[in-house]
């Protein structure tokens, strides 16, 4: 049945002052927001910038030494010298091949038994075998391009011993903009930032229109003249700028802590992430409004926020490796367009043209999350 309640009157500023005072002082007597935007965003954080990498520092390879000539030793002890791979020297070819079926190593360089003939005639003709386990394909792209730098090198600084001139085929000199240190942490870190205030948001606000029925205060709201504009304000703005805090707290890490550069505004960074949280919190919002159970609009609210955000936001995965069906999901997560601004502004600065048609997505995404939230808000006790 519908509750009785006075007619509902225009909007006012006084009684959406009052309802924010109201929900401010709730949030500061409940720790569980406190901890969910000040402690989590930190924690996520160190997770991802510390655990997730995708350098390749340190590669255990196996050399299988058919050839204990001197030119085949020499090059042995110039891999070894490598700051990058770790060798594990043996004589036998299939006890190699046992270590790499086994992942006791991720690769085999194979120095063949003429190797030091064919290098001291200078024909031209000496060569290894590389290995690489295609199981694990990008682990395998570092072992063959490091055995080919490797080989490299070694050919290079055996013609400058024997003050000859060493030409290669093709001279590559790469030129890495935007992240010249080409680590991978300066890539996964504002993404990361991404991925960790959609969960903020959406549990942040997940939770308090549900409290409120649990708790039995929601008929006392619903029998005040408060309209349905204000109820859903006063349950966002405090969450809005508690969700400001936790991106503050997450801006700082990276810059301060995890030395990530940032080259963009202020400015964008608070318009971008303004328009981010609308999403996030309006999903929070409407699980909380639909389910009216903390723990199912808690679990929802994980669910819904952090798979899209992680899988299919480009972070990790990229977009346009998926399927067809897949990359149309893409363009209704938010996440998406949050990832690529922010990698944006840490990596090159404000760009226009990459900003600009992604803040109009999160735009389009915000008024679609809060108006959906704003459609199945209803003031009556049966909603």
Not at 28 to 52: E, H, K, N, T
Not at 164 to 190: C, D, G, K, M, Q
Not at 334 to 349: D, E, N, S
């Amino acid at each position: 049945m519908s509750l009785a309640h006075p007619p509902v009157a225009g909007f006012s500023w006084r009684r959406l002052r009052a309802l924010c005072v109201k929900e401010t002082r709730q949030i500061l007597r409940d720790p569980s927001s406190l901890l969910i935007a000040v402690i989590l965003p930190v924690m996520l954080l160190f997770i991802f910038g510390f655990g997730i990498s995708l350098d390749t520092n340190r590669l255990r390879i196996g050399v299988v030494m058919e050839d204990h000539g001197v030119e085949a030793v020499r090059f042995a002890a110039a891999a070894a010298g490598s700051p990058y791979i770790d060798l594990v020297f043996a004589n036998s070819y299939d006890e190699m091949e046992d270590s790499l079926v086994r992942g006791k190593v991720r690769g085999i360089i194979v120095i063949p038994q003429d190797f030091t003939a064919k290098v001291m005639e200078g024909s031209g003709d000496a060569a290894i075998q590389v290995l690489a386990d295609g199981a694990e394909p990008n682990t395998a792209n570092f072992v063959g391009s490091y055995a080919q730098g490797l080989f490299g090198n070694w050919l290079a600084a055996r013609a400058d011993a024997y003050g000859a001139e060493f030409h290669e085929p093709i001279a590559v000199e790469p030129r890495y903009w935007f992240n010249p240190t080409t680590v991978s942490r300066n890539y996964l870190i504002p993404g990361s930032i991404s991925v960790v205030m959609t969960i903020i948001g959406a549990l942040l606000t997940s939770l308090v229109v549900a409290r409120e029925w649990e708790r039995g205060t929601m008929e006392a709201l619903l029998a005040t003249p408060i309209s349905r504009t204000e109820l859903l304000l006063s349950k966002s703005l405090p969450y809005y700028g508690l969700a400001l805090i936790a991106m503050a707290i997450c801006v700082l890490i990276a810059i301060f802590i995890m030395n990530v550069p940032f080259r963009g505004s202020v400015l964008m960074l608070l318009l971008s992430t303004s328009l981010f949280l609308g999403s996030a919190l309006g999903l929070g919002l409407l699980l909380s409004t639909v389910t009216r159970n903390q723990f199912n609009a808690a679990q929802g609210a994980l669910n819904a926020a952090f798979l899209p955000a992680a899988l299919l936001s480009g972070l990790i995965f990229e977009i346009a490796s998926m399927p067809a069906f897949v990359q149309a999901v893409t363009l209704f997560v938010p996440a998406r367009y949050f990832v690529k601004i922010m990698q944006t502004l840490f990596q090159a600065g404000d760009i226009p043209s990459i900003v600009v048609p992604n803040l109009l997505f999160l735009l389009l995404s915000a008024i679609f999350w809060l108006g959906l939230t704003a459609w199945k808000t209803r003031r009556r006790l049966d909603g």
